[in-house]
């Protein structure tokens, strides 16, 4: 649905894209991640057909989006960073304005159009009131609603959940799973848990160039305590033990740790029920057994620091 | 062109939503009435004319079409919804004519509530109605032009004040062109010169009209310059 070939932007000296490639397709959820600064909004900007690139082609739908611009806006849906709208106008008022530029002739469907975003987003509580006197919540989701007000096949969103309260970060994520299934939809965000908790797919970006683009259960998998154990024992000694285990040939590593016993395994693999059996066996008896939850924030760290 | 109605609607209502427009007419009635009055000294003449009304109004528009105009884009560029509207359906050019027109809308709602004006010569004697139309026409063929030029400096930044300093001594030059106090200052040039330079110039070509004459080139300088700030605001744009 969206293919990006070796884009490049550059402003002045600074190349702010540099050769970025990637393909998005129906029913994926393409999670864009990077520190600030790294290029994120660039390469949706240029996705958009709103920032125009140095070099290389955006393809949505089999459109340039230099050439086509006008069919490819129509095929997509975008949501800025920081919600810019037209504060003046009535939540309604600007939905409406929003579906005459997308062409809803008919009065019926357009107001189904909007009666249906405003139940999905639940604006319907301040559907006649002004934009600039909403919370950023509220903002943020009149923002959605344009974005997919005309059910694009593509949806591009830059921060969805940004300033978001715990409680609407969980319902614009249901509301974006639910939409997932027959769009492409591309997002970017600070936020890590929201990568595991959301995309099927992460890339990463840093200076401008895509440094990891794989599932956010491989990605984890880059994290150096991936499937390690932190294990605690009675009376055992900890020497004996270590040199014990770091035989078997599953074992990566194992270090002694503050009194605990820390288990590296080779090739990532679970080595929970081996562990157990071979203490079982040598009668190591256990008073502690942890397998530490990882998350994508060392892999990031490592990835983009 | 389809686009252009809705970008069309929402700019010319938007003017409306905020008090700052009301304010603008008012003054801008005031001003109009107030300069024709007391300094175009229209009793005194003891003609039933609007000629000190439109002598004033190159004047006047350079200052409060600049005010109108400055928000055109600056504004969008300023609050960040220039993103938005531009990854909306539209062709750029349809985004400026739509803003233009709705702007230029306004500034004629404004020009037309000057018809107490009108009134008043009607009531106090028997006008030539020709030039006083005509004069109405070109006045807000004119506005049209005014705003043009400020619809190009409120592209090229995201600062309203810039773009009004901008517009204003844009504006400025091109009344001053044709004073006939700077004519009469340049008078060492050639003649042909100073022809050359005052054909640029807003007062020269909206004479004719305000004397009841609907001359081509006139129209064609209007319409001309209206034509090429539009084209240059839509290049700036793009890039």
Known sequence: MIEVQSLHKRYGTINAVNGVNFEVNRGEILGFLGPNGAGKSTTMKMITGFVRPTSGTVLVDGLDVQEHSVPVKERIGYMPENGPIYGEMTVVEFLNFIADIRGFSDPTQKEDAIDHVCDLCRLNSVRHQSIETLSKGYKQRVGFAQAVLHDPPALILDEPTDGLDPNQKKEVRKIIRAMAKDKAIVLSTHILEEVTALCTRVIIIANGKVIADESPESLLQRNKHFNALCIRFEEADLEVVKKGIKELPEIANAEINDGALEVFPKNKQSIDNLILKTCRDNEWAISHFEKRPVGLDEVFWELTA | ?239
């Open chain 2, 1 to 239: 062109m389809t686009q252009v109605l809705p970008i069309f609607k929402r700019e010319f209502f938007g003017y409306f939503r905020s008090p700052v427009a009301y304010v603008f007419l008012i003054v801008f009635l005031v001003v109009s009435s107030g300069l024709t009055f007391y300094v175009g000294q229209f009793f005194d003449a003891r003609v039933a004319s609007l000629s000190t009304f439109f002598t004033m109004q190159p004047w006047i528009y350079t200052f409060f079409i600049s005010a109108v105009g400055m928000r055109l884009w600056a504004e969008e560029k300023r609050s960040g919804t220039w993103e938005l509207l531009f990854t909306l359906p539209v062709r750029i050019r349809e985004a400026v004519i739509g803003k233009y027109l709705a702007g230029w809308a306004f500034i004629t709602t404004g020009i037309l509530l000057t018809f107490p004006l009108l009134l008043t010569v009607g009531y106090l004697g028997d006008p030539d109605w020709g030039p006083i139309f005509t004069g109405y026409f070109g006045s807000i063929l004119m506005a049209g032009s005014f705003l043009a030029v400020c619809s190009f400096t409120s592209a090229i930044t995201k600062n309203q004040v810039i773009s009004f300093v901008i517009s204003v001594v844009i504006n400025l030059c091109l009344v001053f062109l044709g004073w006939s106090v700077l004519t009469d200052l340049i008078s060492f040039l050639p003649v042909s010169w100073i022809d050359a330079l005052s054909n640029f110039s807003y007062s020269t070509h909206f004479e004719g009209f305000s004397r009841g004459m609907v001359i081509f080139e006139d129209l064609a300088f209007f319409l001309s310059l209206s034509f090429i700030s539009l084209l240059l605001t839509v290049i700036i744009l793009e890039r």
